[in-house]
């Protein structure tokens, strides 16, 4: 299983960035795809799920600012963030669960200034 994701960068306090995987060596159309993130000095957190079936679940801090979609096309799931926020500043990975073993991509930093 391989994930790449891609789309982190430097963004002031409002702004938007979106983040792009992509998923490769399973059935993808199959599987939940996470995003999860990670600040300096903090635990991995949930960020957002999109389940095979196409639900969708976010953290309280992001909801109403972040949207999860994939492509099972493209086998890409993407993250876009709004109004992003000094507190969303964190490393930022994808993941999915594959024969009850943990996959993530290599992490996008995302920096959000004040």
């Known amino acids: 299983v391989q994930l790449q994701a891609c789309g982190g960068g430097l963004v002031q306090s409002g702004g938007s960035l979106t983040l792009s995987c992509a998923v490769s060596?399973?059935?993808?159309?199959?599987?939940?795809v996470d995003w999860y993130r990670q600040a300096s000095g903090r635990q991995r957190e949930l960020v957002a799920t999109?389940?095979?079936?196409?639900?969708?679940n976010y953290a309280d801090s992001v909801k109403g600012r972040f949207t999860i979609s994939r492509d099972n096309f493209g086998d890409m799931v993407r993250l876009q963030m709004n109004n992003l926020k000094p507190e969303d500043t964190a490393a930022y990975y994808c993941?999915?669960?594959?024969?009850?073993?943990?996959?993530w991509g290599q992490g996008t930093l995302v920096t959000v200034s004040s």
């Open positions: 993941h999915v669960i594959h024969r009850e073993q943990n996959y």
């Open positions: 060596r399973i059935m993808f159309q199959h599987y939940d």
């Open positions: 999109i389940t095979s079936e196409f639900n969708t």
